[in-house]
């Protein structure tokens, strides 16, 4: 699938409903963005609790997770796993 889109005035483009809902994201949700070695741009789900994390614009958490917090970032991690 490819798709051309512009860019807003404001830098925006629009992520087409069948990428949206292969990478289960819904109008409020996350992703997570990034640029491969090829200069293409990835978007992903946040994978793990470190990652959901740094997507909270909260200060820098120096703690590293608890037990319980790592098997609840391992199960969300499979729940919305990008195959």
Not at 47 to 67: G, H, I, M
């Amino acid at each position: 699938m490819n798709y051309t889109y512009s860019i807003t005035s404001k830098g925006q483009i629009t992520i087409p409903k069948e990428f949206r809902e292969k990478l289960g994201l819904d109008k409020l949700g996350k992703a997570t963005l990034r640029v491969n070695d090829r200069d293409e741009i990835v978007i992903t789900t946040p994978k793990d609790l470190t990652e959901v994390r740094s997507l909270l614009n909260k200060p820098s958490f120096k703690d590293k997770a608890s037990e319980r917090e790592k098997t609840i970032g391992a199960q969300l991690a499979k729940k919305y796993a990008v195959d």
